[in-house]
């Protein structure tokens, strides 16, 4: 239970914290041994209070027969990519204008991208910058090719991989 007027937390803010650490798939597992030994006492009241996030929801939604809106979005793009894999459809599958970011995304468009009549569109990959720079956008990730940098290592493909829509090509 949230107490109301607790300051600098909310309500929407846990169901926020909920919605990503199910969008990026983090396992709390090992949350209780993170904090340092000095921070023993704080942290394990914090980690008390996740249990919101850790059990209580999980078993709420369990005991209910109910799935998060997030976890829902997941699985359909997992049995979307399942169904792409098991029976490909003999037209053009073409996703465009998702970055990959969350992690059943990026699987889905690897799917769409291996497929002999897929592609996949990226919004804003910069091809032009130069290669010293690409090649250090892990030590940046304020950068904002980053995201594509990763979703092109998460689809096994590299910048060269990638050509311009007909059309599209910068002058």
Request: net charge negative; proline share 7%; charged share 20%.
């Amino acid at each position: 239970v949230i107490a109301k007027g607790t300051p600098g937390f909310s309500g929407a803010d846990l169901g926020n914290l909920m919605d990503f650490i199910e969008s990026e798939e983090v396992d709390l597992a090992a949350l209780e041994n993170l904090a340092p030994e000095e921070y023993a006492e704080h942290w394990a009241k914090t980690v008390d209070f996740l249990k919101i996030v850790t059990e209580h929801w999980p078993a709420y939604l369990r005991d209910n027969g109910l799935v998060s809106p997030t976890a829902r979005r997941n699985r359909l793009m997992e049995f979307e990519a399942a169904r792409l894999v098991s029976n490909p459809p003999a037209g053009p599958v073409i996703a465009a204008g998702s970055t990959g970011t969350v992690p059943a995304t990026a699987r889905l468009l690897k799917v769409i991208a291996s497929l002999s009549n897929g592609a996949v569109v990226l919004p804003g990959l910069d091809l032009s910058l130069d290669e010293e720079s690409w090649a250090s956008l892990a030590k940046h990730p304020e950068h904002p090719q980053t995201g594509m940098a990763e979703l092109l290592n998460k689809l096994g493909a590299t910048r060269d991989d990638v050509r311009y829509v007909q059309g599209s090509q910068p002058n």
